[in-house]
């Protein structure tokens, strides 16, 4: 089995996050579903695991018009 497969969703999706964030892919925010994006805001607000992405996750929410 993949460290993939073995890893909860949601941790998956905290490192995808960082990534796309380290190598400044915006795109990768905006291409996520709004499901994904609406845990990602509720980390953010909780302040877990310093959620550096908050702005990239915020921006691609009120496209939505979440905002």
Known sequence: MSDTETKPK?????????????REDRAWFYALP???LTFLWGVACANISGAAWDDEVYDALAVRGWF
Not at 11 to 17: G, K, N, Q, S, T
């Open 34 to 36: 709004t499901e994904s």
């Open 10 to 22: 949601s941790a998956v999706l905290l490192e995808d996050a960082m990534a796309a964030y380290d």
